[in-house]
Each structure stands twice: as C-alpha cells, then as structure tokens.
C-alpha cells in the first residue's frame, strides 16, 4: 500500500508561481509512474502532467505547457510540479498519483490507470 501526500498549495497573485510536492511512502517508488491531477470547483478531475518511472519521459496538458514542469527525486520518494505563470484557471485541488508500470518508459494521462491518489492540496490563483 502506497501512501501519497501532498503539499505546497496555498494563494497566488496571478503570474506568481507554486512548487507542489508529493511524499510516497510505504512502496517502492521508483516502480510507479506519477501524475498531477486537477479538480476545480463544479468541473470533473483532469489531468495535467505526468512522469516517467526514469524521471525521462514527461507529458503535459496543453493548458499548462510551458508554465509547469513535472520532476521527481526517487531518492526522497518524491515528485514535484513547479507551477510558474499561474492563472486563475489553474485554480482547483490538485492530486498526485502512482501508477505501478514495469516500463521505465510509460506515462499515462488517464485517471484510471493510478494505483494510488493523495488527499489532494489547494491552490487558488487570485486575479
């Protein structure tokens, strides 16, 4: 069992920047691929980046490519999302999430390939 906890959420002035962490514990992190996801207010959950098991492999929703840049430390059990630029439509929960893959290469963008989500971390992006 794999547990994932966020943090670094908080408020922004827009054009300001965040870095969300996520720690993992109980598993062997290296062998899942993360992602990012999002949730704002009345919408559905959506993606917004992934990383490879490797750390070489990324992908990004085109909403945010280019501000956001998704890294991960298998030594601390934990991935990042640096979130530069930040616009009031990047306001939501984010979650991270571990998908266990015996591919150092794979990423995914769907939901419902994760294994393991955290409790999710705020952001608002005041305008």
């Known amino acids: 069992q794999v547990q994932l906890v966020e943090s670094g959420g908080g408020l922004v002035q827009a054009g300001g920047s965040l870095r969300l962490s996520c720690a993992a514990s109980?598993?062997?992190?290296?062998?899942?691929?993360m992602g990012w996801f999002r949730q704002a207010p009345g919408k559905e959950r959506e993606f917004v980046a992934t990383i490879s098991r490797s750390g070489g492999f990324t992908y990004y929703v085109d909403s945010v490519k280019g501000r956001f840049t998704i890294s991960r430390d298998n030594a601390k059990n934990t991935v990042y999302l640096q979130m530069n630029s930040l616009k009031p439509e990047d306001t939501a929960v984010y979650y991270c999430a571990a998908d266990f893959t015996p591919s150092l290469r794979a990423t995914s963008t769907l939901a419902r390939t994760y294994d393991y989500w955290g409790q999710g971390t705020p952001v608002t992006v005041s305008s």
């Open positions: 109980g598993g062997t992190f290296s062998t899942y691929a």
